[in-house]
């Protein structure tokens, strides 16, 4: 496994540099060129901020006065990205996740997306508990969406190769050793063994 930039990472399994790309939602452009896995996980995107910030959302028009940072390239729900593009939101955008918990922590922003599980494993890998303990979210979502492992339509040998990934999924799920993993993800520890 070899990670990169979300758009890059897609490009190369598109033009066949890679086999395939995990975690991307599903999309009519892209159905074309991949083959979709059932789904792999839930993403869950909500707002982060401190808890001395008192933050509340239901509607985008909340959103008006916080000074909100967001990845390069991230797209969110069409009212969100047309509020940005209109300047009704005061979007920064930045090249890591890890900056948004950074600027936050510095007080240089209010809040930003990022999704659930992603940003408890950067605060558990990249800071320590003492300096994120104050860092809470917004329980209602901004998205929520299913996300799949995607392989290239390129290779014929893909087609073959996504039946026997969905069966070990299954059986993973079955097992308990799938939430197992991602209980362990959120924690840090995945990826540290």
Not at 2 to 31: C, M, Q, T, Y
Request: aromatic share 18%; glycine share 4%; hydrophobic share 40%.
């Amino acid at each position: 496994m070899v990670f990169f930039p979300w758009k890059r990472g897609l490009e190369f399994a598109k033009n066949g540099s890679w086999d395939g790309a995990v975690g991307w939602a599903k999309r009519k452009e892209r159905e074309k060129y991949f083959y979709y896995s059932d789904p792999i996980y839930y993403t869950k995107w909500v707002f982060f901020h401190l808890k001395e910030v008192d933050f509340n959302w239901q509607r985008i028009d909340d959103l008006k006065s916080y000074r909100i940072r967001a990845m390069i390239g991230n797209s969110f729900t069409p009212s969100f990205d047309a509020a940005e593009k209109a300047g009704d939101l005061l979007v920064e955008r930045v090249a890591t996740e890890s900056q948004n918990i950074k600027m936050l922590l510095m007080r240089r922003i209010d809040t930003f997306p990022l999704e659930l599980n992603i940003c408890f494993y950067l605060m558990q890998t990249k800071y320590r508990p003492t300096e994120v303990v104050n860092i809470t979210y917004h329980p209602k979502p901004l998205m929520s969406e299913p996300n799949f492992l995607l392989l290239n339509k390129k290779a014929e040998k893909n087609r073959n190769i996504m039946v026997q990934f969905n069966k070990g999924l299954a059986a993973l799920k079955k097992s308990g050793k799938y939430d197992l993993y991602f209980t362990e993800f959120r924690q840090g520890r995945f990826f540290n063994n």
